[in-house]
Nanobody, 123 residues
Framework: ARLVESGGGLVQAGGSLRLSCAASGFSLDRYVVGWYRQVSGKERERVSCISSKGDHTYYVDSVKGRFTISRDNAQNTVYLQMNNLKPEDTAVYYC?????????????????WGQGTLVTVSS
């Protein structure tokens, strides 16, 4: 059982990317899912989270109005649509899933973590 992220890449500032977090070997529909990002040498940052049914979402202030998290439980996948990307969004993006959530419907610790996908935004 694992999570696999995809959709990262190189994009110019102002551009868009859609990240996918696909679960294999287990059903994602009972799990809260979060997107996190990390820049080398810095702490991991929580970016966005979504409840198991998709009726509650959370965004860090720096991405509000630009990023949208969604899920398709039939496809066992959670998405992060990223618009109007900025150079400061450059990072490795990870998804995590947990049966338990803490504040803002974000994973408590992460029963499952993906391997990460690199997003690079050029100025």
């Amino acid at each position: 059982a694992r999570l696999v992220e995809s959709g990262g890449g190189l994009v110019q500032a102002g551009g868009s990317l859609r990240l996918s977090c696909a679960a294999s070997g287990f059903s994602l529909d009972r799990y809260v899912v979060g997107w996190y990002r990390q820049v080398s040498g810095k702490e991991r940052e929580r970016v966005s989270c979504i409840s198991s049914k998709g009726d509650h979402t959370y965004y860090v202030d720096s991405v509000k109005g630009r990023f949208t998290i969604s899920r398709d439980n039939a496809q066992n996948t959670v998405y992060l649509q990223m618009n109007n990307l900025k150079p400061e969004d450059t990072a490795v993006y990870y998804c995590a899933a947990d049966l338990w959530y803490r504040d803002n419907y974000c994973p408590s610790s992460g029963d499952y973590w993906g391997q990460g996908t690199l997003v690079t935004v050029s100025s």
